[in-house]
């Protein structure tokens, strides 16, 4: 038979097990699961789209679905911004991601005349991409979807593109820490397309050309002066034209970044380009669309 000194002792520890299996209870449940268990008080990780590419593939809006154009993609940053575009305008955004929860607050629009069709789209992806929206990611795929599931984006992840074999549009000059667009009325055709013969190639903005080019680390040499045809350009036209040329003459550093690619030489002194989708895959030749005339001499 106990006595009742050890009965009080049993009791004792009996209290004091039932206390820490409580304490070990509430910590299991503090500072969330990743969804281990059935408990409803585990909290999701946050939805990890920092520093991720997408191509829209179509909107929902009140029910109704709409296929995106051409173009139509968004960026998250991870400075919590996302940035895109319509298939026309450029835009932005603010984004708090909480669990599989995105809030976005739409802030800015570019306003470019747009064809019917896609001022349509854009509308309704600005009313799609605002306020909270719970995704979910299955592969390359990104739904966003309203809360009452009336409202919705469908994306696509986009590879980044390599150095070589892509097309890049020039579409911007470098200065130290300034970045310019292109002269006033010097077009869009300058582009160069650096391909796996050693060569680079493209167009001036007038002028197709060609060199020969080496890459090393994170430099591109192109050995010049390099050949151009003899067509007549704009002022504008050979502005920019005698500015590309100087600059693709020696080494360059250059950095890529998903579909962007500025080089730029020892002085601060290169230009930005931007994937061209609608070429990038084709052969280097005739990059530029001049009527794939061959560059022909050194000036």
Known sequence: MQTQTQTQRTLASAASAAALALLLAACGTEGGSTGAGSGSDTVSPDLPVAGTHWTIGAVTVDGRRSAAPDGA??????????RGNSGCNTFGATVAVKGDTLTVSPQEITEMGCPEDRQRFETELVKAFTGPLKGKQEGEALTLTSPDGRNGLELTAEADLPLRGTTWKIDGLISGDTASSLPAGSGDKARLVLGADGRVSGNLGCNNFAATARVEGKTLTV??????TRMMCTGPQMQLETKLYELLD????YRLDHRTLTLTNADG???GATADTATTGGTSEGAGGTGGQEPSASR
């Open 73 to 82: 993609r968004v960026e998250f940053g991870a400075d919590g911004r996302a």
């Open 223 to 228: 050995e010049g002066p390099a050949a151009t």
């Open 269 to 271: 002194e290169g230009l």
């Open 250 to 253: 020696g080494p360059l550093t």
